[in-house]
């Protein structure tokens, strides 16, 4: 049985979402007490947690660009740099 109650990616992933909403509208002092909280929580530094409060999640950032070029009649393509093939070319389809 472990000696620490440390948090696991998961619940310190869970906490971070619902702090995010909390950090996003608060004014500058505000964010640093924030701050000083999540780092006693999740015994992460400060700068992390900025990254991970400030960061896009990649999923999001996907579907949305996915959505946008699908809107514009888009096609995505994949280019291997090392091997040269070319999956789908990004073109506008007609």
Do not use: F
Not at 16 to 33: F, G, I, N, P, Q
Not at 64 to 91: I, P
């Amino acid at each position: 049985m472990p000696t620490t109650d440390e948090m696991t990616r998961d619940e310190r992933r869970k906490y971070l979402k619902r702090m995010k909403t909390r950090y996003v509208v608060a004014d500058r002092a505000e964010r640093s007490r924030l701050l000083t909280e999540m780092e006693q929580v999740t015994d992460l530094q400060r700068k992390s947690l900025i990254r991970l409060l400030n960061a896009v999640s990649a999923r999001h950032a996907r579907n949305a660009a996915d959505l946008a070029h699908a809107a514009m009649g888009w096609k995505w393509s994949m280019w291997c740099s090392k091997s040269g093939k070319v999956w789908t070319l990004c073109v506008q389809s007609d």
